[in-house]
Structure formats: C-alpha cells, structure tokens
Nanobody, 124 residues
Framework: QVQLVESGGGLVQPGGSLRLSCAAS????????MGWFRQAPGKEREFVAV?????????YYADSVKGRFTISRDDAKNTVDLRMNSLKPEDTAVYYC????????????????WGQGIQVTVSS
C-alpha cells in the first residue's frame, strides 16, 4: 500500500522553474515505478514522466517535456521529485504523482495509487 501527497505547485511565469515533490507512505516504495501525470481542464490525463523501481535504472519522458523536466527519486526519504524548467503556458495543469507496477508505465491505467493532485499554473 502506498499513499502519495504532492507539494510544491503554484504560479510561475513562462520560462520559470518549479519543483514538485511527492511524499509516499509505506514500506514498499522501492518496488514501484513512480510516475507523474497531468490533466488540464477539458483534457484527458496525460503522461509526463516515470522513473523505474529502485534498481530498474530507467526513466521515460513525454516528448512535450523532454529536456525541460527531470524526474528523480530518493528511496531513503520515500520521495519523488519533478523539476520543471523553461515552463510554458501549455504546462498549466493539475499534476499527479502515481505509483504502479504495470508493464506499460506510460499508461495511467497501470498505476494503482495516486496523489490528490497539485495545481501548476504558468502565466504572465
């Protein structure tokens, strides 16, 4: 069982940076792939980034954020971060942290645990 809580969202100007953090409870954190998804009003939830379980050694990013966002995890602290640079207005969305073990790690349906979501607004 994993419980997830996001923090660090807010309002930022285009071109700015923001760091999201996801704090997890549970002793099996290291077994899960940890993903970030986002959902803008009127749109479907979309994949942003995922980092593998501890020891898996892989990371994937959506094309829309590749080169701008960085995902990382600290298993000692049970946290997953998403560092977002060069933010664009189209990055505005509610961002969700998710934990899962599914094979298709870029699909929301493969994640069984979700945070409550946190708002990120990119606007001048």
């Amino acid at each position: 069982q994993v419980q997830l809580v996001e923090s660090g969202g807010g309002l930022v100007q285009p071109g700015g940076s923001l760091r999201l953090s996801c704090a997890a409870s549970g002793r099996t954190f290291s077994r899960y792939n940890m993903g970030w998804f986002r959902q803008a009003p009127g749109k479907e939830r979309e994949f942003v980034a995922v980092i593998s379980w501890s020891g898996g050694g892989w990371i994937y990013y959506a094309d829309s954020v590749k080169g701008r966002f960085t995902i990382s995890r600290d298993d000692a602290k049970n946290t997953v971060d998403l560092r977002m640079n060069s933010l664009k207005p189209e990055d505005t969305a509610v961002y969700y942290c998710a934990a899962g073990t599914g094979l298709f790690s870029r699909r929301a349906a493969e994640y069984g645990y979700w945070g409550q979501g946190i708002q990120v607004t990119v606007s001048s």
